[in-house]
């Protein structure tokens, strides 16, 4: 399954770095470098699927030669320990195809990087096939038509890197849902994601034998290995732990899935064969309904069967419909198109839970313009989405909260877009806040992905039962 990997360093000359080499050996080129009088050529000795530059609108033409771009970023530095790029590792999601991963690096690093000034120069990396990835490498000044200006500190804020964390997440599992996948990939810590696992120690050697290798690398591969054999023990004892992990990245999963998870978190083939053999025998174990030998977990079965349940009887609720004066001043509102008209009335009609398929396209006006019908109505509308579901455990926070606590009271509109990309047990505790509060609950997804997604997107149950698709 996909896993999230985003790294993120400087390249400096106090670690005796120099970037046209980096940018050589991560774009498998041969670049002379200038500074040093030296030629890096790595043609040949790199797999390199795809390498490119993007840079802002404006940008000088030498901006996209990696050779001319390298060397201006070292003649712009004069100190002898300067820091000359940062370089970004990512991991990406195995599911996607070679054009898919590309569309979606493309657009994370225009909306992340170079819209914030920065030129970024890009390698995709698909030598280990179980292990793609993306080295992205940014400049640290400003770009002007001569030549390099400042250094923009604002560059190093702690904050962006949080952010460029985050929006990883939410750009890949956009993507991912976007050709089909229920597979997602969180930012968070284990302790976050509500994974009662250690996380493995990042080592770069995999389990290779101690033998000749440094002290400091021996006390590494020991302590991988004791972090492992502690997970093994704790699913061991607990098989509903790496049922929790499990679905917490898909909904469901095959026994192949199960043992390459446990493979990196048992140490040794005998607790690794034991954990196998403990989780596949565990009673919260079950058949997923889709079949084709997949499994899920009976917890969320039971979080699918209370979102259905839930949101059948809330669509039935009566007293939600606005006023047919402020019905008719929204739709008029609208552009003239019959069938956005009908999914507006659908929407702001009786029911206190309404679920809806909507163009990408369409979203915007609809949702402007259902917001102004609303509160032309005298109710208060709250606005939920997946990047708000930031917190240790996702809006709102398990145990299910208050009336208070959710914001959610019964003149409450809540609109939750996107709601095909937000994970079944999250969407199911949103649904059911709105019904404990009696607010009005609408969930707003994207046609193209959840027809992608099929029987896999959580919202595929309740579109059947109570929803409709704009035409």
């Given at each position: ?102 569309l979606l690096v493309r657009e994370y690093v225009a909306a992340m990087f170079v819209a ?356």
């Amino acid at each position: 399954m996909a896993i999230y990997h985003l790294n993120a360093n400087v390249i400096s000359r106090a670690r005796g770095q120099s970037i046209v080499a980096a940018a050589a050996y991560r774009a498998g080129a041969r670049l002379r470098d200038e500074r040093y009088g030296t030629v890096h050529n790595y043609v040949g000795k790199r797999v390199v699927a795809h390498s490119e530059i993007m840079a802002p609108p404006g940008t000088p033409p030498w901006a996209h030669d990696r050779e001319a771009l390298w060397n201006r970023v070292e003649a712009a530095e004069l100190r002898k320990d300067s820091q000359l790029a940062r370089i970004i590792e990512i991991g990406l999601p195995v599911e996607l195809s070679h054009a898919e991963s590309l569309l979606l690096v493309r657009e994370y690093v225009a909306a992340m990087f170079v819209a914030q000034g920065m030129i970024a120069d890009f390698a995709i990396r698909r030598d280990k096939p179980a292990n793609p990835q993306v080295h992205i490498l940014l400049t640290l000044r400003a770009v002007t038509a001569h030549g390099f200006g400042p250094k923009q500190r604002l560059w190093n804020a702690k904050a962006n890197l949080l952010a460029w964390r985050s929006m990883w997440a939410d750009r890949a599992n956009e993507h991912l849902a976007r050709a089909g996948h229920a597979v997602r990939i969180d930012h968070r810590t284990l302790e976050a994601q509500q994974i009662e696992l250690t996380p493995a120690r990042r080592m770069g050697l995999g389990r290779a034998p101690a033998a000749g290798l440094p002290r400091h690398l021996i006390e590494r591969i020991d302590a991988q290995r004791r972090i492992a054999g502690d997970n093994g023990a704790a699913i061991l004892q607990d098989p509903t732990v790496a049922l929790r992990a499990l679905t917490h990245q898909s909904p469901t999963f095959t026994r192949a899935d199960l043992e390459r998870f446990l493979r990196s978190r048992t140490d040794g083939d005998a607790q690794w064969a034991a954990a196998v053999r403990t989780v596949m025998e565990s009673p919260d174990l079950v058949p997923a309904p889709s079949g084709a030998d997949r499994f899920t977990s009976r917890d969320m079965l039971d979080a699918a069967k209370s979102l259905e349940h839930r949101v059948v009887a809330m669509a039935g609720r009566r007293g939600y419909a606005i006023t047919a004066h402020n019905q008719a001043a929204g739709a008029s509102r609208l552009p003239s198109d019959d069938g956005l008209k009908r999914t507006f009335d659908y929407l702001v009609g009786d029911g206190a839970a309404k679920a809806v398929l909507l163009a990408d396209a369409n979203r915007s006006v609809l949702n402007g313009t259902m917001q102004w019908a609303w509160h032309a109505d005298g109710l208060h509308v709250l606005t939920l989405n997946p990047r708000t579901l930031v917190g240790d455990d996702g809006w709102p926070p398990a145990p299910a909260p208050s009336t208070q606590q959710s914001g959610l009271t019964k003149t409450s509109v809540l609109i939750v877009d996107d709601a095909d990309l937000i994970p079944l047990k999250p969407l199911e505790r949103v649904v059911a806040a709105a019904d404990r509060s009696r607010a009005k609950v609408v969930l707003v997804a994207v046609a193209a992905r959840v027809r992608a997604m099929g029987g896999d997107s959580p919202l595929f149950s309740v579109l059947r039962k109570i929803g409709m698709e704009a035409t």
